[in-house]
């Protein structure tokens, strides 16, 4: 009994250390998706996040040599990966609220072109560092070991799942707090719904409907891309390896289907995701191919539709133009 | 009131839209205190004007008055900062958000957002006037009345002290309408400035204190409500016949054709557009269809062609020289296929019979696609003809594949007529065939109708301007409501006749 429930609490811990890069992702994505953009190159923005999180840690590293902080390493990768993700979705609001694009093309392009720039990027820093791109192993404790005391970690059965994380999941929990309290007790945030929900009445209300589109949709690419950042540093060992990220992106959109773009709901659905991406390993089935495996969050997703819809309820629906592009002069 | 202070004023306001003058030189003033009724037909110009104060458009020439201050009005916003507010008939509201939520959208006012202080500021304002509606409340469970009152509280949570109501009975109920109006009172009372804009002569009657009338985007004038009554509304609002000089031969025998008996419709909530229709179309002949938008028009074109469900009745139609059936259950294939054509002419003129981004070949196919051999479509003919229209109809392009999305209004609406003309019907249906288009435009389309009825087509013309219709058809249907307030001879029959048809069912209701 002891050896299961053992076996249960890895299977959680693993499944938090998979989840924490789609907790990223997905917020990042609610948010976008909150104005009324739907991005679908989270993708391409997470590839090139984590390319560059990556990258930034490694020259930081060479730079400070062996005074290197941890602390600070942490913050160069956040901030590098942030960086890349905001400026390809200023790519993607531009073409979509400015030049009023369509949307599902042009993220699907971005997806194509992300990954393409985050490979570009990754393998050609290899190439120069003679091959090899690794964090060393003192920083690598800073991004992979739990920031809590160690006799925290030891408390019987809860202790580990509860302290034993990443620095970036108890991050990543404080972010989609804070979401929530943002999208649904500011003003500011109220005001974004409505752009997401009907941009012609925030328009007639005097909000400033590009404004919001393109900050929304710029911020939440950044933190898009940090799970991009925090999946390499994390899952694929501080190392860069060009087939690494690939699908994570893609869940992270399915995902905030799954959760009907609800900030906290993300958190358990980015651990139920994780879980599902790992039980391929975890719970051997013979004679079941892994791919099988793999396609589970997608069917989880399917069903979690096809419910939702089933049910009508009208408050877990997508932001209701989501995907439109605004032009005051339609009418 | 014994010193009324002059709340709006608009001096020479003109708003062009291209070569469409929409309002020409039109003057207006309210006081603080009063009610003002803005009356006219549809497409008289009165939302624009309104529209003008509310900050959607801006005038091309005059001066707007805001407690005698000139003032420049350039968006919502700044008509919010002069205390104007305005409600418009499609209401602004985000479903998801509380009628709360909804109220304090886009209000600078800074820090949290304190959800609670705001509705107790809506209760305030609710009680004040005696609203009923709860600010918790979300938009999707409120009916259409709720709704409204909704946009009313977010105009006065501005502080707006001059309302502008676009038909706000429209959709309402009779006694959702009472309970309307006694807020409005409530406000008028309060020293606030209220216009509503209406085309429903008893409502202007109960409720406003003046009446300024306008007529094909000129001011005709301003009346006190207490010194004038509904015939001299209605005469002030229609005018004076106008000759045109269309002409009409008279064809020699005309035949039943088309016989609509006890036609019933109900939309998607079970609310009747149409009730009872009955009348007979002739073939040989024109008959107008005359009526306030939305009085039921579309339906019952869209009833006769197969695309609008009849609840009861019966479409009796007997093509020349075959016997009678029921057209009543067929598909729209079919009743097309019998000789039934439709040229309708939406608000959005391509949104129902043309694609916009195909050339006139493309559109001409859409009627012929079910002929030619196999896979492959015939493309000949429908070039053939799209060249014959071109030519005959003076078409303004610059080749038959030229998207139809990127010609003028007028050329859009010929090729539209033309395909229908072509199919050679028995039936021919249009509605606001020559909306927006120029005189001589319209004639060619007037000829055209013509031209088909001395054939013996059936012609079925739904239309907006009453002296068209008097001078074009033979006998005129006019709607009100859903039902049929009267069948006139359009050789017969007065403007104002007619005029009151379309206001009051039998020119019996509210007289």
Redesign the interface.
């Known amino acids: 009994m002891s050896n299961f429930l053992s076996l249960f609490l890895a299977l959680v811990i693993a499944a938090i250390t998979y989840g924490t890069p789609l907790l990223f992702g997905t917020l990042g994505e609610i948010l976008t998706e909150k104005s009324g953009n739907l991005n679908l190159g989270v993708e391409g923005i997470m590839f090139m996040g984590g390319a560059l999180g990556l990258g930034g840690v490694f020259y930081y590293e060479k730079a400070a040599g062996s005074g290197a902080s941890g602390f600070v390493a942490v913050l160069v990768g956040i901030l590098c990966a942030f960086l890349a993700g905001a400026l390809a979705s200023l790519i993607f609001s531009f073409l979509t609220t400015t030049l009023r694009a369509n949307q599902n093309v042009t993220g699907l392009a971005l997806s194509i072109f992300g990954t393409g720039v985050g490979q570009f990027i990754g393998e050609y820093m290899r190439v120069r560092e003679n091959g090899y791109i690794a964090i060393g192993n003192q920083l690598k404790g800073f991004f992979q070991n739990s920031p809590f005391p160690a006799f925290l970690q030891r408390i019987p059965v809860a202790g580990g799942v509860l302290f034993g994380n990443s620095v970036f999941f108890y991050l990543g929990l404080i972010l989609a707090g804070g979401m929530f309290f943002f999208l649904n007790?500011?003003?500011t945030?109220?005001?974004l719904?409505?752009v997401g929900?009907?941009p012609?009445?925030?328009d007639?209300?005097?909000?400033n409907v590009e404004r919001y589109k393109y900050l929304a949709t710029v911020i939440g690419g950044g933190i898009s891309a940090v799970g991009g950042m925090v999946y390499i540093m994390t899952i694929a060992g501080c190392v860069w390896n060009h087939e690494g990220l690939s699908g994570v992106g893609w869940l992270a959109v399915a995902l905030v289907i799954f959760c009907m773009w609800r900030p906290l709901s993300a958190i358990w659905g980015s651990v139920l995701f994780g879980a599902l991406m790992i039980l391929y390993l975890r719970l051997v089935i013979p004679f079941i191919p892994t791919q099988l495996y793999k396609i589970l969050p997608y069917v989880v997703t399917v069903i979690v539709l096809i419910a939702s819809s089933m049910r009508n309820n009208?408050?877990k629906?997508p932001p209701?133009s989501l995907g439109l592009a605004y032009f005051r002069e339609d009418r | 009131m014994s010193d009324p202070v002059c709340a709006i004023e608009l001096r020479g306001i003109t708003k062009r839209f291209g070569e469409v003058v929409a309002n020409d030189g039109i003057d207006l003033q309210l006081n603080r205190g009063e009610i003002l009724s803005l009356l006219g037909e549809n497409g008289s110009g009165k939302t624009t004007l309104m529209n003008m104060l509310s900050g959607i458009y801006f005038p091309d020439e005059g001066q707007i008055f805001v407690n005698g201050q000139p003032v420049s009005i350039r968006s919502p916003r700044d008509a919010f900062a002069h205390g104007i507010g305005m409600i418009h008939q499609h209401y602004k509201l985000v479903d998801v958000f509380t009628a709360t939520e909804n109220i304090v959208l886009g209000l600078e006012e800074g820090g949290k957002l304190d959800v609670r202080a705001a509705g107790a500021k809506v209760r305030d304002i609710c009680e004040r006037y005696g609203f009923d509606i709860d600010p918790a409340q979300k938009i999707y469970d409120m009916s259409v009345s709720q709704k409204q009152t909704v946009e009313i509280v977010k105009v006065l949570y501005r502080g707006a002290e001059i309302l502008i109501l676009d038909e706000p009975t429209a959709v309402l109920t009779p006694q959702e309408t009472d309970k309307l109006f006694d807020v409005l009172r409530a406000m008028k009372a309060d020293g606030k400035a209220i216009v509503i804009i209406t085309h429903k002569l008893h409502e202007v009657m109960a409720l406003s204190d003046k009446v300024a009338v306008l007529r094909k985007g000129k001011y005709i004038g301003t009346v006190n409500t207490a010194e004038t009554n509904p015939q001299a509304l209605t005469d002030m609002m229609v005018g004076h016949a106008v000759t045109l000089n269309i002409h009409r031969p008279r064809y020699e025998n005309p035949a039943p054709r088309l016989e609509v008996r006890n036609l019933t419709c109900l939309d998607g909530e079970g609310v009747k557009k149409l009730s009872g229709v009955s009348f007979t179309a002739m073939g040989g002949e024109i008959l107008g269809v005359a009526g306030i938008a939305g009085s039921g028009q579309r339906e019952l074109l869209e009833a006769i062609s197969g695309l609008y469900p009849a609840a009861e009745g019966e479409i009796i139609y007997t093509p020349e020289g075959r016997d009678p059936s029921d057209l009543v259950g067929k598909t729209p294939m079919q009743i097309k296929k019998a000789g039934v054509a439709m040229a309708f002419v939406p608000e959005d003129r391509l949104g129902m019979g043309l694609v916009g981004s195909m050339g006139m070949t493309g559109n001409m196919m859409l009627r012929s696609w079910r002929k030619g051999k196999g896979v492959f479509v015939n493309r000949r003919d429908p070039n053939a003809l799209a060249m014959e229209i071109w030519k005959e109809l003076e078409v303004v392009t610059p080749s038959t594949e030229f998207p139809v999305r990127r010609m003028s209004g007028g050329n859009v609406q010929k090729v539209l007529v033309g395909r229908e003309i072509a199919s050679a019907p028995s039936v021919l249906m249009t509605a606001y065939a020559v909306r927006g288009l120029d005189i001589n435009t319209s004639y060619t389309i007037y000829n055209l109708l013509t031209e088909q009825k001395m054939k013996g087509v059936a012609v079925i013309y739904v239309g907006e301007d009453l002296d068209v219709l008097l001078e074009l058809c033979d006998r005129i249907l006019v709607l009100c409501g859903g039902q049929v307030s009267g069948v006139v001879d359009a050789r017969a029959a007065t403007k104002e006749q007619i005029g009151l048809l379309m206001t009051r069912l039998g020119g019996k209701e509210g007289a």
């Open positions: 007790r500011t003003r945030g109220l005001y719904r409505a929900e009907s012609a009445t925030a007639a209300a005097g909000i009208k408050e629906q209701a």
